[in-house]
């Protein structure tokens, strides 16, 4: 046997974190998708025990890891082909997408960022809750852009979809807002992709608006906060 | 399908390419997002390959940003100072996000548009 020892070549920690997040969709599988078992939810804390136990750094975790957090680029620019495929609706429903697009972006940035500052958080925490609403990748980008914390807005990103996912139905019910594409509109807006996932199990057309409301909402909060960052 | 993945990672090239000589704001990958949205518009076709390389891409995206994840394990400190904070915050600007957004996209049906919604 020769070569670098496994424990320090990429493939330990690239196995290890496929392996666990197969594990934890098979139970997510059986659970009919519910938002509580989202994989990433479970992964997280067991791939962050196995560091601990094995003594092994984050930083090489990291670089190990890197052909997986690779793909959110290419992800992040495929984005672009809900946006076309709802194009025919997006003309349609022009005004609605619109204006429910530019209000969920600012309620989500002013009510986030305004509940942390009223409770005394610093910039690098506001600037990691600011894109909340954006699909995970961007999220962490635009965090990492204006000064915030990139694994923090992660985590804030992914817990704010599986609350959206679990709150979405008895939300909208209470609020009396009946049609699909509101809804599905409304969850992609406000909880990204696991919301979307979430708005196709229930109706395919909340689920095409959801993922139409997530994609246009990266761009949008994207611009939104690169251009207040530049201001503040 | 090799077209598909050049065409993505042209977009994402170029957008960072954009994102750094110009200047633009955006996060390169989102410039990327733009780009290939124009290029979709200016040569119209069906793209068969394209949409199963990003439904693939979708469909793993939580496993991708695992790592990113795992990375909050250095954060002990601002999650044990901040952490109840955190979570009412997501929790009430989800929940308002939603309801907002829903409202106006109905108001916004019934006044600007013909039809009838429930």
Known sequence: ????????????????????????????????????CHPVLWSTPVLIALLLVSGTPYATYRAAT????FLLG?????????IWRERARIRHLAVPVTLALGAGAITSIVSAVGIMALLGAPRPILASIAPRATTTPVAMDIAGQIGGIPSLAAVIVLFAGVIGAMIATPLLNAVGVRDYRARGFAVGVAAHGVGAARAFQVDETAGAMASLGMALNAVLTAALLSILALLV | MLNAIFLLLACQLSGEALHRLTGVPLPGAVVGMVLLLIWLSVRRR????????????????????????VGVM????????????????????TALTMIVTALVFRWAVRRFSEEDVA
């Open chain 1, 1 to 36: 046997m020769s070569g670098a020892p496994l424990l320090t070549t990429p493939l330990l920690w690239l196995a290890a974190t496929v392996g666990v997040f197969a594990g934890f969709d098979v139970l997510s599988r059986r659970s009919g998708r519910h938002p509580l």
């Open chain 1, 66 to 69: 890197v052909p997986l957090s």
């Open chain 1, 74 to 82: 290419p992800a992040v620019v495929g984005l672009a082909v809900p």
């Open chain 2, 46 to 69: 069906e793209r068969p390959a394209l949409t199963v390389v990003t439904a693939w891409l979708t469909a793993h995206l939580t496993l991708m940003f695992v790592p990113a994840a």
């Open chain 2, 74 to 93: 250095e954060q002990g400190a601002v999650l044990s100072r901040y952490g109840l904070a955190l979570v009412a915050a997501t929790v009430v600007s």
